[in-house]
């Protein structure tokens, strides 16, 4: 089946510094990635869609200048955490749709310090 | 989008079949009803989709009544590897560009005991 990877699985920081998480289609071409965020014990939370060529569509609340997207391939969308704080501290999880179907990548912790 | 109500925790044991009951009362004439599977640290997985009636895979079952105003998830005989929390998202099914752009609720934490 299709599959989408992130890199890093985890990852720590320092406060201030900025992190960026990779989100690869493995075996298809994406024109579109969203990347979520999820608190411990909290449910998924769309964070944005990344649009191959084009600028990322945010959702409401989300600052697109402390969360910079670029889907600058068809099978490549990075979410970079810009100036991170605790509060960043989070899982994660991009995903990509293939015919009727979306798949997630594994997540990425990040923990900042 | 359809707003969902699911139970927050659910206990079962080991070889008995689950059930957990989705309600989704707004579900609008193009949705479909999908169902996630997530581990703790991991990425959520697509279980099964359906529109109405009843669908079957290899690993659940989804009934679907006439009304589609809720929906119910089936694991036959589960396991402990079977512990995660199983979400309920009421949807356009989409095209691929939309596919992924999904609003999650707080989905229903099954706890499978030996």
């Known amino acids: 089946g299709a599959v989408v990877s992130q890199h890093p699985s985890w990852v720590i920081c320092k406060s201030g510094t900025s992190v960026k998480i990779e989100c690869r289609s493995l075996?298809?071409?994406?024109?579109?990635m969203f990347w979520y965020r999820q608190f411990p014990k909290q449910s998924l939370m769309l964070m944005a869609t990344s649009n191959e060529g084009s600028k990322a569509t945010y959702e409401q609340g989300v600052e697109k200048d402390k969360f910079l997207i670029n889907h600058a391939s068809l099978t490549l969308s990075t979410l970079t955490v810009t100036s991170a704080h605790p509060e960043d501290s989070s899982f994660y999880i991009c995903s990509a749709g293939r015919r009727s179907e979306a798949f997630f990548g594994q997540g990425t912790r990040l923990t900042v310090v | 989008l359809a707003k969902t109500t699911q139970p927050i925790s659910m206990d079962s044991y080991e070889g008995q079949e689950v059930n957990i009951t989705c309600s989704h009362n707004n579900i609008a004439t193009n949705d479909y009803i999908t169902w996630y599977q997530q581990f703790p640290s991991q990425g959520p997985r697509f279980i099964i989709q359906g529109y109405k009636t009843k669908v079957t895979n290899e690993v659940a079952s989804l009934f679907i009544p006439a009304d589609r105003k809720s929906s119910t998830l089936s694991l036959p005989r589960v396991s402990l590897s079977d512990t995660a929390v199983y979400y309920c998202l009421v949807g356009d099914k989409g095209r691929g560009s939309t596919l992924g752009r999904l609003y999650f609720g707080r989905g229903t934490q099954l706890t499978v005991w030996p």
């Open positions: 075996d298809f071409q994406a024109t579109t």
